[in-house]
């Protein structure tokens, strides 16, 4: 339904039915950070990304490429929480690249944790002290989240890539082999050859921390091996997507996806003149959930707003619930109500506006509705502007019309539902 319709149909008495009964979010982090779980929020999914890890130095001359790190941890999973919690959100740093043509140094840093150094990403090993060759990668740092400061989700740091000799390609990529049951947390430094040579990159840290690349000979030099990732951890998920390793060369990433439970999902809010001048307003609810009270606003201008009365909420509910009210106040023009929602946590929302058209109704007839021949008799009570719209709220036609009666054309229009509007009222009409 589109917004003009819908503005439409409210100025005509009828809320149309909520087909929502939620609203997702999704809030992604690259920085150390801290969020409050919402009111109305029971469950999150986290997706997590580890650190990257930095290349591999070379030396080797052109059209050679520094050898690559690893994959990242990669998890996403389910848990649930409740209002107020707090999630902790670390995002680990990348790797250093390794140094390319150093002698005796050029190790890349590891990724540092922001969560505690604990998880850093160990250092790329240096070239060898014979000669100019590249380093080692530093490693990833890995991610963490906790909830309530217990960690729920740690996310490995990829191995940097190892560093190489004077031999084209010698230094070996970063490596998805995981270290299971380290010692540390953090990643293994890598290693630096005696002689002439690349150094091996650093390793990832994770909830157990990855060894860092070894060297190994080639051609008379050394060139060095890829840091290992490190281990991911999922603790008390409802549910685990992904537990697992994922090409990854950027910072750590953390992404919170969540639904929140509307307040109120409204059916309808309508209104009917009695005889006595009041106006009798009902609305109905599908669903309520903490909800505390509806406060009945009227408004000459639909501006500004005056408190009509309050009626006591559902509180929680997933059935129907009917509620009326009677505005014993009689107006002579046009009238416009809505109602204010109160939560038990005091936050407000408010329906949509409804306008009171008794009053205006008599100024804009048609006949016949619907139409058909491609004609019909439009009567005015006062000499106004008429503006025609189609359903999708497009403006067809704005004409200045006499008071009384005049023939509105419709032969050029296809079959459907429209709108005319005045400065006094509106009218929906069908063409068939």
Known sequence: MTHYLQKVLLLLGILPIAT?????????????????????????????????????GQDCGAGCSNAAAGNAGYVVADFAVSAGNTIG????????????????????????SPYSTAYNGGKGGNAGASGSSGGGGGGGAASV???????????????????MANVAN?????????????????????????????GGGGGGGGQYGSTGGSVYATSGESAGYGGNIGGNLVSGATA??????????????????????????????????????????????????????????????AREWTDIGTVTAAGNSSSI????????????????????????????????????NSQASSFIQLSPNPVSGGTAVLSLQHASTV???????VKLMEKYFPAGNSLLQTAAYPKGTYFLKTNEGHLAFVIQ
């Open 170 to 198: 010698s230094g070996q990529p970063g490596t998805n082999t995981y270290v299971a049951n380290g010692t540390s947390n953090t990643g293994g430094n890598g290693t630096t050859p005696s002689g002439d040579g690349g």
């Open 240 to 301: 685990i997507t992904s537990n697992t390793n994922i090409s990854w060369t950027n910072a750590g990433r953390i992404e919170i996806t969540y639904l929140v439970s509307l307040p109120v999902t409204w059916l309808d809010f309508t209104l009917a003149r009695q005889t006595d001048g009041s106006a009798l307003l009902r609305w109905r609810t599908a669903t309520e959930s903490d909800t505390k009270d509806f406060t009945l606003q009227r408004s000459s201008n």
């Open 20 to 56: 929502e009964l939620t609203a997702q979010t999704t809030n992604i982090y690259t920085t150390a950070t801290t969020w409050n779980v919402p009111a109305g929020v029971h469950s999150i999914s986290i997706k997590v990304y580890g650190g990257g890890g930095g290349l591999g």
């Open 89 to 112: 959100i670390y995002p680990g740093g990348t790797g250093t690249n390794g140094s390319n043509s150093v002698t005796n140094t050029g190790g890349g840093a590891g990724g540092v």
């Open 145 to 163: 989240v906790t909830i309530n400061s217990v960690i729920k989700i740690v996310a490995g740091g990829a191995g940097g890539g190892g560093g």
């Open 321 to 356: 619930s009917n509620y009326s009210f009677r505005d014993q106040y009689s107006v002579q023009n046009k009238v416009y109500y809505r109602i204010r929602l109160t939560n038990l946590d005091g936050t407000t929302s408010y329906s949509d506006i409804i306008a009171d």
């Open 387 to 393: 503006v025609l719209y189609n359903s999708t709220g």
